[in-house]
């Protein structure tokens, strides 16, 4: 290879020249890169960033099992508690809610729960042993006796609270949850577990799940306590046999059984006897085990039957999940359910009834749960027994459900209107003309709108929030804070922050009592300017939002587009 030749000067002049081109376009970029930093600031020219230190003096992450919900995730949250809220009122029930700390008392019921070991307690300033509630089924049982007779059954409420339990997080379970709950008290009857378990499937079905993706496993505490009589479990330990039993799922068979003997004191047999029973999957089944079990146990007792007649199966519980499921399939959702006899609920306060949804792909833990509880109010002082039962149902284990089935929708942030000023001097009209846009009603007496006044309200003339009809007239006004230097600015601020339209408030259009305002998506529907934009009177800004959509509609009819 030959030594390379020396450069001529004009080689050197345009290589001299080709460089300072180059550190021009860098420069160039740079400095539109700072434009779209300022402009995405909502600066004029001032760029304002974030810039978090790498040794910060505080942890800037949540709490471990908790979450931050964050602009995009609140969305997601409010949209899934919208369904929830809608489920629940449709189906005739009243929200309410509770203080997150509750008294520890509330929790205590000595029955081997896990959930006593997984309270976030301390006692506070007053030397009251309290708790965040780790649920809201005493919570409520609290308030009901709080109101005492004055309250009129059977009531129906729902709530979507908080919870805390400090356990081992994993997918779908945080040590922080909402849950929905759905509760009927001063029903005795199985109708209001029907009732129940169709708002459950209600919600399924407007998320786009079906009965292919989730079902609902039902079975009887009072069945099974028959069962376990049978297998000669005394009633004393019950409740807590049902609290080992819940545990199957997480660690098997031989684990159950070995805490139940070396826990419960139950001879080994009784206890593989006992968790036989749970592998019934029809209530047929289960009726037949029984009786088995009931030959077997009187079969060496040479005609002396005193001991088969105190074991039997409790017919009238058989009747009554057979009676669900007939009800269920006359309500629509029987395909939804399914027995089975392994589903006890881990809580020692259930009575009748138990269910749980769960996932037929087997990805997830159990989706909701719930069941009758009609001796919960007596624990807390009732004097009579009041018939109750619910459900609660995890936000965590849903949403990645729907994300399993790819049905999370992407709820995108609504601004309706942008309101831009030309420049600082029109920044006060512009801020009146927000005011206007945020308006549901006419401006009264020519009080050119702002936060006040009585036309801002949204009541329906008795105090009373009819949040359909809200949700229907609210309209979301964004103010651009600091004018741009250049409209490209303006109209990259609007964008960003996903604004349908733009309002100018300039100087021209205002001296003549109008703000021009512009669609951003006008290119869907319009080729000319004078379509995209139109002039609106200063007064008539409340009704903007409908004068645009005549707009469009107006240009869609004369061009053959079809309208909105």
């Given at each position: ?399 990645e459900l729907l994300k399993e089935k790819n049905l999370l929708p992407n709820v995108q942030k609504r601004v309706d209107f942008c309101v831009c000023a030309y420049n600082k001097d029109m920044q006060g009209k512009a801020m009146k003309a927000a005011g206007l846009l945020r308006q549901t009603s006419p401006p009264s007496n020519g009080s050119g709108g702002g936060g006040g006044g009585s036309s801002s309200n949204d009541d329906d003339g008795d105090g009373n929030i009819n949040s359909a009809d ?95």
């Amino acid at each position: 290879m030959s030594e390379e030749e020396p450069k001529t000067e004009k080689q050197l002049i345009r290589q001299a020249e080709k460089e300072r081109k180059k550190k021009e376009k860098l420069e160039k970029e740079l400095k539109k890169k700072r434009e779209g930093l300022a402009s995405s600031s909502g600066g004029g020219g001032s760029v304002v960033t974030v810039h978090a230190s790498q040794t910060p003096p505080v942890h800037l992450d949540a709490v471990s099992g908790t979450r931050d919900f964050f602009p995009e995730e609140f969305r997601l949250q409010t949209w899934l508690f919208e369904k929830f809220r809608k489920c629940g009122l449709r189906a005739g029930f009243e929200e309410y809610d509770a203080p997150v700390l509750e008294r520890q008392e509330l929790y205590k019921r000595k029955a081997g729960e896990e959930i006593t070991q997984q309270m976030y307690s301390f006692v506070d300033k007053d030397g009251v042993e309290v708790t965040l509630r780790p649920e809201m089924t005493p919570t409520l049982a609290r308030m009901v006796l709080s109101r005492g007779a004055s309250m009129i059954l059977p009531l129906k409420w729902f709530s979507i609270p908080q919870c805390w339990r400090f356990e081992a997080t994993q997918r779908g379970r945080k040590r922080e949850h909402y849950q929905w709950n759905m509760d009927i008290i001063g029903c005795k009857e199985i109708t209001a577990e029907v009732e129940l378990l169709s708002a459950a499937v209600e919600f399924f079905k407007s998320c786009g799940i079906t009965s292919a993706d989730v079902g609902i496993k039902v079975n009887s505490r009072k069945v099974m306590q028959s069962m376990l009589t049978i297998n000669d479990v005394p009633d004393e330990i019950f409740a807590p046999t049902c609290v080992i039993l819940d545990k199957l799922d997480k660690i098997g068979a031989e684990a159950v059984v070995k805490e139940l003997t070396e826990t419960l004191g139950l001879p080994r047999e009784t206890a593989e006897n006992v968790v036989k029973t749970l592998s019934c999957k029809t209530v047929e089944e289960l009726e037949e085990m029984a009786r088995e079990a009931i030959e077997v146990s009187s079969g060496g007792d040479d005609g002396d039957n005193t001991n088969s007649n105190t074991k039997a199966v409790d017919d009238s519980s058989i009747r009554e999940l057979k009676e669900l499921f007939k009800l269920a399939e006359e309500y629509g959702f029987g395909d939804w359910l399914q027995f089975d006899a392994s589903v006890v609920r881990g809580l020692a306060y259930y009575t009748g009834v138990v269910f749980e949804a769960f996932d037929k792909a087997g990805e997830l833990r159990a989706i909701a749960g719930g069941g009758r509880y009609d001796k919960l109010l007596s624990l807390y002082g009732a004097t009579t027994p009041v018939p109750a039962c619910g459900f609660g149902f995890g936000d965590c284990v849903i949403v990645e459900l729907l994300k399993e089935k790819n049905l999370l929708p992407n709820v995108q942030k609504r601004v309706d209107f942008c309101v831009c000023a030309y420049n600082k001097d029109m920044q006060g009209k512009a801020m009146k003309a927000a005011g206007l846009l945020r308006q549901t009603s006419p401006p009264s007496n020519g009080s050119g709108g702002g936060g006040g006044g009585s036309s801002s309200n949204d009541d329906d003339g008795d105090g009373n929030i009819n949040s359909a009809d809200e949700n229907k007239r609210l309209v979301v006004v964004d103010v651009l804070l600091e004018p741009k230097k250049k409209v490209a600015q303006t109209f990259d601020y609007a964008n960003r922050i996903g604004a349908r339209y733009v309002v100018f408030v300039a100087p021209s259009e205002w001296e003549n009592g109008c703000v021009r305002i512009k669609d951003l998506r006008a290119e869907e529907y319009a080729e000319d300017d004078a379509d995209k934009q139109v002039d609106v009177k200063i007064e008539d800004l409340w009704n903007a939002l409908e004068q645009m959509r005549e707009n469009e509609n107006r240009v869609r009819a004369r061009r053959g587009f079809a309208s909105l």
